[in-house]
């Protein structure tokens, strides 16, 4: 696996500064369950399926009928749905199955779908007093250019701990005249009132090469807040796709986007027209309209 340099400006004075980072592009499906409520999981019923907790798990309790095979191992459980055989036929299971998972003294309650669908990873999270806590302790000591820039790492290698919020969004957004952004998820770090909006950047048909700048992406249509915006790799050709990051400063009381909505921005060039592009993350930084 090799390094690559990501462009970083951070909006504190607006200093240039070099942020290196594996590559990381492999996504798995992810489910969040929490301890307080039952909750409804899609599981495979043809692969291995897995339970991640945020400390050991001390056991997983199940209804031992159903021909459910489980392993645990320390965060992990390893669910598997054992299938019938008649001849030449393989039947898989479509009955739903209770789990009950004790770890980090909580339990978590899940009613799991099996369905004719690739592995799921289900992430038992903790409670928001628990994961404002983690959050606290991950950034604990550190001053805020280097909370940005460990903020940019995870979001960009995909390590991200599991108090993290992640809400996947996938839209696309027609904001510049040269470009396509498709806005990919969003990340909030609740406790230390910090985010990051991560974009897929990549040219429009008929645009030659093209070089991103930092202060094109400081738009209200992208973000809100903004403490600093990082690049994968700035220098676009035909077929180029890269990736933007743009961390935020996150007031959960604030509702509204104090910044105006203007008109579509330009990266350069005249105006293509008088078109507005909402915020496709909400105004309260939600996905969300």
Known sequence: ????????????????????????????????????????????????????????????????????????AGENAFVKFQALKKGQEVIYTKTPSEFFVICDGDVYSMIGLPKKIPSQTIRLTSGRKKRIEKNLSIFAGLPLEKKILKLIRQAYTGDLPESYSVRPVWKQLNVFDQLWLTAKRDIEVEGEGLGLREYIVSLKAGQGQWRLNEADFLNPQLTHSPLAVAIEEPLLDPGDITRVFIVERRNPDARRNPLVRRGRPEVAGPPAGGDETASVFGEDGSDEP
């Open 1 to 72: 696996m090799r390094w690559k340099e990501v462009t970083l400006a951070l909006l504190l004075g607006l200093a240039a500064i070099p942020a290196v980072a594996s590559t990381g592009e492999q996504e798995e499906s992810l489910v969040v369950v929490f301890p307080e409520h039952t909750t409804k999981v899609p599981l495979s019923s043809t692969d291995v399926n897995r339970f991640v907790c945020p400390g050991p798990i001390k056991d997983v309790v199940f209804s031992q009928d159903k021909g459910i095979r489980i392993k645990i």
